[in-house]
């Protein structure tokens, strides 16, 4: 077979295998963690591999914010045994997910990972007045609940598949008023490459998803939000914010096998704003 056969060949089967960027993701099974509101990034992202084809598990904190997603997991027509508890400081509720999932589902292809939290006095403050116990509990939350989220999902990821984790460009340069989440965030990437090293030959690929500044609930703890974003618009090269559906279609692509061979790379999504000095 010739060279330029066998590229036609590839292309084919592809081609074939994904069903076009409209199914590319057909027969998928997601997981989404952090969907708080119709404003989160999260959403955004379990709207576009609902789009593409997948099927979407979802979880909610507690009992209050059930009644701010409900209506949510019943548009992304979450399989109710698939719609679950997960407070990552409560032993035993990330387990059940996962349990849950390997019930129903008996597999899965894509996680994604939008949780985190510092406490507010921590995260207002300077790093370097920051409480021990602050920072570990920033860490346990928005870090370690991704190492633990990416062991759980290893045995059921059969066929390979992708996982991902929210991150932000205040974990690569010092962004004013980012704080605490900074060192956070950039030990959230760094652990994201290392599981890509170390699940990359079970064909499972990992990914820091690192959006421009959003207004989602989480953002609003950050303090004085809105200059970051005015920052954010009036220097990107695209001139433009991000939203969630940018978010969601571009994680949507690394999820398939259109990006089959990308993995550990922090996704900018952010007009450019990273590429400015």
Same mark, same amino acid.
């Given at each position: 077979?010739?060279?330029?056969n066998?590229?036609?060949e590839?292309?084919?089967?592809?081609?074939?295998?994904?069903?076009?960027?409209?199914?590319?993701?057909e027969?998928k099974?997601a997981?989404?963690?952090?969907i708080?509101?119709?404003q989160?990034?999260?959403?955004g992202?379990?709207l576009?591999f609902?789009a593409?084809?997948?099927s979407?598990?979802?979880t909610?904190?507690?009992e209050? %914010?059930k009644? +701010?997603?409900q &209506?949510?997991?019943d548009?992304? @027509?979450?399989?109710p045994?698939?719609?679950? #508890?997960?407070?990552?400081?409560?032993?035993?509720?990330?387990?059940?997910?996962f349990?849950?999932i390997?019930k129903?589902?008996?597999?899965l292809?894509?996680?994604?990972?939008?949780?985190?939290?510092?406490?507010?006095?921590?995260?207002?403050?300077?790093?370097?007045?920051?409480?021990?116990?602050?920072?570990l509990?920033?860490?346990?939350?928005?870090c370690?609940?991704?190492?633990r989220?990416?062991?759980?999902?290893?045995p059921?990821?059969?066929?390979g598949g992708?996982?991902?984790?929210?991150?932000?460009y205040?974990?690569e340069k010092v962004?004013?008023?980012?704080?605490?989440?900074g060192?956070?965030?950039?030990?959230?990437?760094? %652990?994201?490459? +290392?599981?890509a &090293?170390?699940?990359?030959?079970? @064909?499972?690929?990992v990914?820091?998803?690192? #959006?421009g500044?959003?207004?989602?609930r989480?953002a609003?703890?950050?303090?004085r939000f809105d200059e970051?974003?005015?920052?954010?618009?009036t220097?990107a090269?695209?001139?433009?914010?991000?939203s969630?559906?940018?978010?969601?279609?571009?994680?949507?692509?690394?999820a398939?096998?259109?990006a089959?061979?990308?993995?550990?790379?922090?996704m900018?999504?952010d007009?450019?704003?990273?590429?400015?000095?």
């Open positions: 077979m010739s060279q330029l066998a590229t036609e590839f292309f084919r089967d592809l081609a074939e295998k994904v069903k076009g960027p409209g199914g590319a993701l027969g099974k997981l989404v963690l952090g708080a509101n119709d989160s990034i999260a959403y992202c379990a576009a609902r593409m084809g997948a979407v598990a979802m909610y904190v507690n209050k %914010s009644q +701010y997603t &209506a949510l997991a548009h992304l @027509g979450v399989d045994a698939l719609y679950l #508890p997960c407070d990552v400081r409560v032993p035993g509720q990330l387990e059940a997910v349990e849950a390997e129903t589902w008996g597999q292809d894509i996680g994604l990972h939008s949780i985190a939290f510092a406490p507010r006095e921590d995260l207002h403050g300077r790093v370097t007045d920051c409480s021990r116990d602050g920072f509990m920033a860490m346990d939350i928005s370690h609940s991704f190492i989220m990416a062991k759980l999902a290893e059921l990821m059969k066929d992708a996982l991902f984790t929210m991150s932000y205040g974990a962004v004013d008023r980012y704080n605490l989440m060192p956070v965030k950039a030990a959230l990437e760094a %652990s994201a490459r +290392y599981l &090293a170390e699940l990359g030959p079970k @064909g499972i690929r990914h820091p998803i690192s #959006p500044p959003i207004r989602t989480a609003s703890g950050i303090d970051l974003m005015e920052i954010a618009a220097r090269p695209s001139r433009m914010l991000v969630i559906e940018d978010v969601g279609m571009a994680t949507a692509f690394l398939s096998d259109y089959r061979l990308i993995t550990g790379e922090t900018h999504i007009g450019g704003y990273h590429i400015i000095g």
